[in-house]
């Protein structure tokens, strides 16, 4: 079985920083990209930012210049750097990855998520 763990979630007031981790455990033979999405109250869940296997990063117009995707691949863990914090980024954050147990057999994980809370 393979599990994606999150950390690094919590209360933060706006302009803070938090610093989410998310590592990978498991039957693992290759991780392919690694994504957090987050999930407001009554919202749907959105792409956060993403990062491939060798260090391609894309993220959601909201998040630019503010949060920083980063992996290590030695350790099957993806991270997620927020900076400059605000109330409009309180949501339940989560890891997703495309991990294959055997060669060529991808499939798609997600963490149990992680709260983030920003206050004015």
């Known amino acids: 079985q393979v599990q994606l763990v999150e950390s690094g979630g919590g209360l933060v007031q706006a302009g803070g920083s938090l610093r989410l981790s998310c590592r990978a455990s498991?039957?693992?033979?290759?991780?392919?990209?690694m994504d957090w999405h987050r999930q407001a109250t009554g919202k749907q869940r959105e792409l956060v930012a993403g990062?491939?296997?060798?260090?391609?990063?894309n993220y959601a117009d909201s998040v630019k210049g503010r949060f920083t995707i980063s992996r290590d691949n030695a350790s099957d863990t993806v991270y997620l750097q927020m900076n400059s914090l605000q109330p409009g980024d309180t949501a339940v954050y989560y890891c997703?990855?495309?991990?294959?147990?055997?060669?060529?057999?991808?499939?798609?994980?997600w963490g149990q998520g992680t709260q983030v809370t920003v206050s004015p």
């Open positions: 997703n990855a495309k991990i294959a147990s055997r060669p060529y057999a991808y499939y798609n994980y």
């Open positions: 498991g039957r693992i033979f290759s991780i392919d990209a």
């Open positions: 990062i491939t296997t060798g260090g391609n990063t």
